[in-house]
């Protein structure tokens, strides 16, 4: 639980929420609010460089909690099958230089004009018995991240934590686990029956809060509401995931183009405020 000494022990906050901050902004907002730790991406990582992101967040004294993302093992072509298992080679590299134990996996969708659901999960599985191994000589865990089943189509066919934990037990857990987000799953009434089992295994490798908020954006990706201004009780997915023997840090990840619209550390600091407010 977040400790009364100081309420922003666990919260990390991801790097896409402020994505309109620059490296340097982001490490220096963390600073000044006193946030512990971030979650970075890979795409403003590699511009401003991996080995350079690294010495900046670790001279501030910051936590890199995940990186996102590696991922979209479906495809059915052995050239882009190749393709993706040596770009998630590389994310794994960037997570072990950037100090992260978590890589975040979005598994991917249908490959075009396919409709077997089940064949494409069962690529995903290859693709992990591969890079699974890889992973743990670099000291890193591979999180498979189901997301909402608006996204099966194009972007992950992994859609509900029974299916994520279904293809991670197929590994060792300190290769192979789950991130928890109640954006895509606070609807399902399975998730915290699969929560425990996670945490029974020691899968829980991260845990993500954002919330539902109505009506979606046209394009659904920037749907992600503030935590507070939707459907989700924060503090009831919190104590399921700490139930289970998650004691972990605690992810803000929010694609809101309203809160890109504005002043970056004004976001972080609206985000610190309700993170303290919605978690206990």
Not at 14 to 39: F, H, R, Y
Not at 227 to 256: C, K, S
């Amino acid at each position: 639980m977040t400790t009364t000494a100081n309420p922003l022990a666990r919260f990390s906050i991801n790097q896409m929420t402020v994505k309109q901050l620059s490296m340097p902004e982001l490490v220096d907002a963390c600073v000044e609010l006193g946030v512990p730790a971030v979650g970075l991406w890979r795409e403003p990582v590699q511009t401003y460089g991996v080995e350079a992101t690294a010495k900046l967040v670790r001279d501030a004294g910051l936590t890199v909690t995940t990186l996102c993302r590696g991922g979209f093992f479906t495809a059915i072509d052995p050239t882009e099958r190749a393709a993706a298992l040596s770009d998630n080679r590389r994310a794994i590299d960037e997570a072990a230089a950037l100090g992260t134990e978590v890589l975040v996996l979005v598994s991917g969708g249908l490959p075009p004009g396919s409709k077997d659901l089940h064949g494409a999960r069962e690529r995903i599985a290859d693709a992990l018995a591969e890079l699974g191994p890889y992973a743990e000589t670099h000291g890193v865990k591979l999180a498979i991240e189901p997301l909402h089943p608006m996204y099966a189509a194009d972007r992950c066919v992994v859609s509900t934590l029974t299916q994520a934990l279904d293809l991670a037990e197929r590994f060792p857990a300190h290769q192979v686990g789950v991130a928890v987000d109640t954006y895509h799953i606070w609807w399902d009434d399975q998730a915290p029956t699969q929560i425990a089992r996670a945490g029974a295994s020691h899968r829980i490798h991260t845990f993500q809060l954002a919330d539902w908020t109505t009506p979606l954006p046209e394009g659904v990706l920037t749907g992600r509401g503030q935590i507070g201004d939707g459907a989700i009780n924060m503090r009831e997915w919190q104590t399921h995931v700490e139930t289970a023997g998650y004691t972990g840090p605690i992810e803000v990840e929010l694609f809101n183009d309203g809160l890109w619209a504005r002043n970056g550390r004004e976001v972080l600091a609206e985000t610190a405020a309700r993170f303290i407010e919605h978690t206990a």
